[in-house]
């Protein structure tokens, strides 16, 4: 365990909200066999973590990737992947709905209880034109879902093309689809305009998994990517951008949040990124 985390051992930190690895940092989405994984509970096991986020099975079986992490002593918190859903036909959005069921019966093997799906849009489409036939197609996974006994969320995403970005749109997503949960994600909704610690007081009653990232403006768009609100977003570590994560662990910390939350940044930033959660966290008990 590296020594930054020697003083937080899974289990005795004195919160209940917990920090987990998110592979989709560290792996790339295809191509990786089970080595990949065992290096990255490797990495996740020396980092003081107990959790790791699965950003879709990086191309490896779902059975052999949970015989890993057992052997590991970790357990899968969430399976994020993504669905072709936002079409405007039942009939169109079939296969997306296969690739929905496909990717929960993976959750189950995986042995987590919740599934993200990021509503990430299509670039032929305006957002608001595919917001309800996103939201038709959670509808029809939803019961999936639930005869899993898996939770289905989505993020505020934070891409210009996704239907889902602020708070206003969640609220909707979650009113019109009665069950569905929300993960929140602080770095996201800040390249829309909206102030993330407002965003999360406002979901907070559906939050049911949570991503932490930061950002820096740039005037390279290369350096990123940009946002809804016309400016560009680099990545950065924990602390040392723009977004208020202390005072979104503050939130999570005054509604007794006890679920996971991911740390969305580059490898070469996790061990400095947990070592600042971890004393927000602490700040907060």
Known sequence: MCGLCSAHIPGETPTTMKLSMMSGCILPTVGCSESDIASLCE????LGLDAIDFIT???VDAAAIRRVVDDHGLKTCCHTFWGDIDRPTAAERKAGLETMKRGIEDTVILGADRVMIPPAGRADVDREQSRPWFIAGLLETLPIAQDAGVILT???????????IVSDELLLAVEQVPGLKLTFDSGNCVTAGEDAVHMLERIMPYVVHAHVKDWRITDHEEEGFR???GQCY??????EGIVDNAGCVRVLAEAGYEGYIN?????DGYAASVEYMLAEIDANA
């Not at 989505?154 to 889902?164: C, K, L, Q, V, Y």
């Not at 680099?234 to 602390?239: F, H, I, K, Q």
């Not at 740390?263 to 490898?267: P, Q, R, S």
């Open 43 to 46: 990495f996740t096991r020396e």
């Open 57 to 59: 099975t990086h191309g």
């Open 263 to 267: 740390l969305e940044v580059g490898k």
């Open 234 to 239: 680099a990545s950065v570590n924990l602390g």
């Open 227 to 229: 946002g809804l609100d």
């Open 154 to 164: 989505i993020e505020d995403f934070g891409f210009p093309t996704s239907a889902f």
